[in-house]
């Protein structure tokens, strides 16, 4: 009998803006009950119905920058005056009680994890073509072209570090792409280094035992 690890992983998700991985991610959750989707905490304001502990922890700059001095925080960046980042004490809660823990997050704090935490299991997504990541852009009709454009050149500079990814799933069908990432979530279950123990409680395990046992006495073996 083998007897896993009872904690959870803990699996990044990274790609690229217009990829679809919330998509995936969304799908993902509705078919395995055993995952957890982190929520990370901002120092910006709610915009639109936005709710605090839905979308984000909604912290003021001075209690973020609280938690950083008190190291309470995963991995954090700044963009512009705002600050964003994971927060350590749910995901341990989570972790602990056997469940998997998703961080939906950028390169920049995927690699920082990737430093404290080399064990996490790390998923890129791309999306078929750079032809359909343009048009992916250009179909949410919510930013300008200049904003588009800047979204597709930083998309380039973030596909070159998929190299720092265990896994790389294409997402041309969103059913699919969720579905690779359980397989491939169910198969790092299966990895040899998360088994805890392997016991076996069968005929061919007492002569596999009987066997070490004489060649290491030098005794003669009778089966």
Not at 32 to 49: E, H, V
Not at 69 to 75: G, I
Not at 148 to 170: G, L, M
Request: charged share 30%.
């Amino acid at each position: 009998m083998i007897r896993t690890k009872k904690k959870g992983l803990l699996i990044v998700i990274s790609g690229p803006s217009g990829s679809g991985k919330g998509s995936i991610i969304k799908d993902l959750l509705q078919k395995n009950k055993n995952i957890w989707l982190s929520i990370s905490c901002t120092s910006r304001q709610p915009r639109g119905n936005e709710q605090d502990q839905v979308e984000y922890y909604f912290l003021t700059k001075e209690q973020f920058e609280d938690k950083i001095q008190n190291n309470e925080m995963l991995e954090y960046a700044q963009y512009g005056d705002n600050y964003y980042g994971t927060p350590k004490e749910y995901i341990k809660s989570h972790l602990d009680q056997g469940e998997d823990v998703i961080l939906e997050i950028e390169i920049q704090g995927a690699l920082k994890v990737k430093e404290l935490l080399p064990e996490t299991l790390f998923i890129f997504i791309l999306p078929p073509s750079m032809q359909e990541l343009r048009k992916r852009l250009e179909g949410r009709n919510t930013e300008s072209k200049e904003k588009i454009e800047k979204r597709f050149k930083t998309a380039y500079n973030e596909i070159n570090e998929v190299s720092k990814y265990n896994y790389v799933v294409v997402n041309d069908d969103i059913e699919i792409a969720s579905n690779k990432i359980n397989s491939i979530i169910t198969a790092e279950r299966c990895r040899v280094d998360r088994i805890e123990e392997v016991y076996l409680n069968t005929p061919e395990e007492k002569v596999h035992e009987d066997i070490v046992d004489k060649n290491f006495k030098n005794e003669e073996i009778n089966i």
